[in-house]
């Protein structure tokens, strides 16, 4: 907060409290909103009327703000930084919170709610003192200037939302909405909020700081998860199809050793079933033929 910043802030809330004073007393100010009420400026200059209707969009809150986060956001997108759209939502949470309580605190009727020409109208349950158009104007169009990179681009910006702020306060008073010292204060309001925003860096640094952190835990515990181990037990190599070998046959008898015949073979060269003779218990059943010799034996005679 520079010195040559806390001059203007002190000379704004000066001038802030001396409109409130001026209307409180029922000054030249309240017959100054009079005069122009009674003027009609939306009669004297009808053929505006339909511009004056779309141009004042640009203090509700509703849309400058959702136009001012998109851009602001896509800033904090570039930049790696919750700094901006942190600074907007301290800026309108100070907008809503001192615009607000003046209003319903001083309960200021409008034009068309005037219940006696001359008075102030304070009191009686209104909600228009300060104009919260022209205050959200300068906050939400003023911030761009506050938030500017350049020198050149903040004297730009201010200029631009200087400029915005006073033609939607005017388009209030044009419409009937709002008196002239309604405007005058919502302006000084949101310069007011403008001015003392460094006030609340320290603070914008500190929730900037704790949001990343925390967002910092939680992708790092995110990361965790993702990579933590499965169950513990034997791993499955799965093979595909194409690529698995067909297994060898196993052989019947895995464990007999080569070479060696099968039990129910008698030792020996196999011979075929028409040239063994059935062996019983009580001998061979084949009749005896004249010319076989028992085994072992040699014909001293051959054919």
Do not use: C
Request: hydrophobic fraction near 45%; proline fraction near 8%.
């Amino acid at each position: 907060m520079s010195r040559h910043r806390v001059v203007l802030f002190g000379a704004s809330l000066a001038f802030y409290l001396a409109i409130v004073w001026a209307v409180l007393i029922t000054s030249w100010l309240v017959r100054l909103d009079w005069q122009v009420m009674f003027f009609r400026p939306y009669q004297q200059w009808s053929e505006i009327h339909a511009f004056v209707d779309y141009y004042v969009v640009l203090g509700q809150r509703g849309p400058t703000a959702v136009m001012v986060a998109a851009w602001l956001g896509w800033r904090s997108w570039r930049q790696h930084t919750l700094r901006p759209l942190l600074a907007l939502g301290v800026s309108l949470l100070l907008l809503n919170v001192t615009v607000g309580a003046a209003k319903y605190g001083m309960g200021r009727l409008g034009p068309h709610y005037a219940t006696e020409i001359g008075s102030n109208e304070m009191w009686l349950g209104g909600d228009i003192f300060p104009s919260g158009h022209t205050a959200n104007a300068v906050v939400t169009w003023g911030i761009l200037a506050y938030l500017a990179s350049t020198p050149r681009a903040r004297r730009w910006l201010s200029a631009l939302s200087a400029v915005t702020s006073l033609g939607v306060g005017l388009s209030t008073v044009y419409i009937g909405t709002h008196w002239l010292s309604d405007v005058l204060l919502g302006w000084v309001a949101g310069l007011l909020i403008l001015l003392a925003l460094p006030w609340f860096e320290p603070m914008i640094a500190r929730a900037e700081t704790r949001i990343l952190a925390l967002r910092d835990r939680l992708l790092a515990g995110h990361r965790r998860a993702a990579a933590a181990p499965g169950p513990v037990g034997q791993p499955v190599v799965l093979t595909p199809l194409t690529d698995r070998a067909e297994p060898a046959p196993e052989p019947l008898h895995a464990g007999r050793p080569a070479g060696r015949s099968p039990a129910y073979l008698a030792p020996g060269p196999h011979t075929t079933r028409a040239e063994r003779s059935p062996v019983s218990p009580g001998g061979s059943r084949r009749p005896p033929h004249a010319e076989r010799h028992p085994r072992g034996t040699t014909s001293s005679t051959r054919p």
